[in-house]
């Protein structure tokens, strides 16, 4: 009876471990109280014992709870999503994000049963969390080694040698005059690029740069959703707007109306996302909202957009034929620009005109004739469609 009573305080691996007979209820109520009196989790203080190996440990917890089990020694670290999970939730309950696949989330963790570690997590990100145990050892090691930095740690930095933000037009000025940063600004440009690059690879559409009268945050929006997932100090917020406004072409001493412009930031030689950025006045400050557009978004199937079947014949009977109209609507962020460009490609062959006339041009693609609207100069959409070829020699398209 006595064991009963000491084995029913135990929670979470200790009580399994316990129940299978691999440590006594003595044992554990004992590990238990002292990992608590320490501050530090159940099974790292296990391991402090030299007991149990961490592989052994993270191949009872699969087994016992019925998660994944995963070797981290496999997993490369440029290829994990950035910027999904706030940093601060990361580091208090050691666990790491591997992939995202919709509104799923694959985290690494090396006790499964901490759900509230995975509560936490799920209410942080808003998406399904799908735990995946890895042994604590080479979690603690990796997390180390290629654990984000804080916002702190990115601020106190000035080191701008990786600054890599340039143009997206040709008449702009050089890479070089671009990266001329005053030393006092180069912690917020090297800030700046940390959220554009976090953004991309957590698979954001769009970066929104909040500031209020007491806080300023910067949200990510994706699968139509926004996530608050930083808040620098109050004392940046001009910095971050007039670094944004300049290597997006727009007037840094226009502060009282809207404004609209284009950056594009080189991931390598080959690869480069485009940024579509807008300014709204507001009663403490410029919003800042980025649109984050990968071209090569364009070149993905129309099967791969989450269409149901009978929708996907139906869109597609209605794009090939020679005439009619077909309108995409939809919240922001629920693909309607992908589907467009998804339908152009699909049209875009060698004995077909297609021409766009669009407000802005955001994936440019070869072999489409696409106009931007510019109002300044008189070009609006119904100047560009009456310019464009007569009906029955290719394809119009307008948005």
Known sequence: MAAANVASNLTGMCRALVQQGMLSPEEGETLQSQS??????????????????AEQLAAFASMTFGVPYFDLDSIDPQLLPQGVVDVKVLQKHRVLPLSRRGNRLYLAVSDPSNLQALDDIKFQSGLVIDPVVVAIDKLNLFLEQHGQPTQDDILRTIDTDDLNLDFADEDAPTAADTSTVDIDDAPVVRYLQKIMMDAINGGASDIHFEPYEKFYRIRYRQDGILYEVA?????????????????????????RVPQDGRMKLMLSAKKAIDFRVSSLPTLYGEKIVMRILDSTTATRGLESLGYEPEQLALLRDAIARPYGMV??????????????????????????????????????????????????????????LRAFPAPGSGYCHGW
């Not at 608590?36 to 190996?53: D, M, N, T, V």
């Not at 109050?234 to 727009?250: D, G, H, P, T």
């Open 327 to 384: 309108l995409v609507t939809g919240p922001t962020g629920s693909g309607k620009t992908v589907s467009l460009y998804a339908c152009l490609n699909i049209l875009n062959q060698p004995g077909i005109n297609i021409s766009t006339v669009e407000d802005p041009v955001e994936i440019q693609l070869p072999g489409v004739n696409q106009v931007n609207v510019n109002d300044k100069a008189g070009l609006d959409f119904a100047t560009a």
């Open 231 to 255: 808040q620098p100090p109050l004392a940046i917020k001009e910095k971050i707007a007039s670094r944004i406004k300049v290597i997006s072409k727009m007037d840094i001493s226009e502060k």
């Open 36 to 53: 608590k009196s320490a501050g530090e989790p159940f099974l790292q203080h296990l391991l402090r014992g030299r007991r149990f190996q």
